[in-house]
């Protein structure tokens, strides 16, 4: 499996904020199945950066079309070449 980096840039309307409980359970689902690694949002620029674990990606748009939101949605998708960080490391041994 291969890991991608969705950028998405969005906008927002009362429909928006009807799907938003729907999108929520979407990806609570993807974070569960480990399909996602990391999903942010931030409403001063309006935009998300998901990390996914796919095979292609078609199968990472296949991912995203499932999302209510989709429609509100501009979005590039990039495949990782190098992930780092405490979370991808072995922990610290601790020596007592």
Known sequence: MKKFQVTIHFFMDDDFMQALPEHRQH?????????????????ESLQAWITFTAASKKSVEKYLRQSPLFRYWNYEIAEIFVVDGPYYRLPVLQMN
């Open 27 to 43: 990806i609570d689902t993807l974070i569960r199945e480990g399909v996602i690694d990391l999903y942010v949002v931030t409403m």
